[in-house]
């Protein structure tokens, strides 16, 4: 035993290397350079850290966004599922509409798009002057120049008659944006096919992580979250579906150009709280002015009124069956989710705070009551 220790103890010895010297002092944790020094360095990989999440912002973004889709269209896919196929072939008719939705978004909306944007911009000198001819907005006009301002700005970015090439940066920018709008497009369309394929074995090995006491209840959050999020798309697409219901007989009956792809362009909007209707009021709005100012007003008062009826009739009677979440709530989250992500944030909040505040009433709302 002795002699077998002693060769170890040689072996150890021997693979130290002669030339290193004698072993120092002992590091003192308190002297200031040792905390100057792991104060740099600690500063230096959070700058790194920083770097490398803000360069992977754009990644993480299409993640989320794919995970939301994949969520809110698991409930259509388990609906598809009990009618007696697998969820593979589910998967596969649901995921074929939504692709037969986005070529005709593609087809319908994007060529009227296109013209009615350069229509708007060869008319536009004329319709200011209209908007300065009608009494009213000439008064308000001459207290606040808005008129004014606003035909400065628009002969100083159509002087040279290119406003749609400056926008976007020139004529390879247009490429850049075409080519990186189509790229982001299918990447997240093939991650929300990979997710909604994959999304009961990626539940199933996240709750083996979980404590086998606390299993079932992790699992029955999970599915409670799941169903939260699905039920707040389904209802977000349902109440889409009616404003752009509404927008389309208002179209027609205004005899505004295109009224299908003003319809479908309302119910992309309308899937994103609170900004949603504000980006699709000014749509609708400025393609109304192309006709004429008088149009235009009353496509605005219009797309008012109809928002208004939405948010204090329409909205509550659905969204108080799926998610009950406070109307403060709602505001906040999609405000805050917003300022973080844009559009993307807005569209995602409602039913993050949904799922927030689930697992407080769930969890620890009982536990300090417990304490």
């Known amino acids: 035993m002795a002699i077998s220790e002693q060769m170890k103890r040689k072996a150890r010895e021997s693979t130290i290397p002669s030339n290193f010297g004698a072993a120092g002092a002992p590091i003192d944790h308190g002297h200031p350079f040792y905390f100057g020094f792991v104060a740099t360095i600690g500063a230096l990989s959070a700058f790194v850290l920083m770097r490398a999440l803000a360069s992977a912002s754009q990644v993480f973004v299409l993640i989320l966004v794919a995970l939301f889709l994949a969520t809110g269209l698991n409930p259509a896919v388990e609906a598809v599922r009990r009618r007696g196929v697998s969820r593979t072939v589910a998967v596969a008719i649901i995921f074929a509409l939504v692709i037969i939705f986005v070529g005709l978004f593609a087809a319908l909306v994007v060529p009227p798009l296109v ?22 907005i000439a008064k308000i006009n001459d207290q606040y120049g808005i008129v004014d301002s606003l035909q400065n700005k628009l002969q100083s970015v159509t002087s040279d008659g290119t406003l749609l090439v400056t926008a976007f940066g020139g004529v390879i920018g247009v490429g850049k944006s075409v080519l990186s709008g189509t790229f982001t497009g299918l990447t997240i369309l093939v991650l929300t096919l990979y997710f909604i394929t994959s999304l009961p074995q990626a539940t199933e090995l996240g709750l083996k992580l979980v404590p086998a006491s606390r299993r079932p209840r992790v699992a029955a959050l999970t599915d409670a979250i799941i169903a939260r999020v699905g039920a707040f798309v389904g209802s977000q697409i349902l109440v889409s579906f009616f404003a752009a219901t509404f927008m389309t007989l208002l179209a027609v009956i205004l005899g505004l150009p295109s009224p299908v792809a003003i319809g479908i362009i309302i119910f992309v909007c309308g899937l994103v709280p609170l900004i949603g209707h504000f980006i699709g009021c000014t749509v609708f709005t400025i393609i109304a002015l192309t006709e004429s100012v008088t149009i235009g007003v009353v496509a605005f008062v219009g797309y008012v009124v109809y928002v208004q009826a939405e948010n204090y009739i329409l909205t509550p009677k659905i969204m108080k069956r799926t998610l009950a979440l406070p ?3 709602t505001i906040i989250s999609a405000l805050i989710g917003t300022s973080l992500l844009g559009l993307v944030g807005g569209l995602l909040a409602v039913p993050v705070a949904a799922s927030i505040i689930l697992i407080l009433e769930e969890v620890v709302y009982p536990r300090a009551q417990k304490s």
């Open 327 to 329: 109307g403060a709530v």
């Open 115 to 136: 013209k009615q944007g350069t229509n708007l911009i060869q008319i536009a000198p004329s319709l200011l002057e209209d908007l300065k001819n009608n009494a009213s």
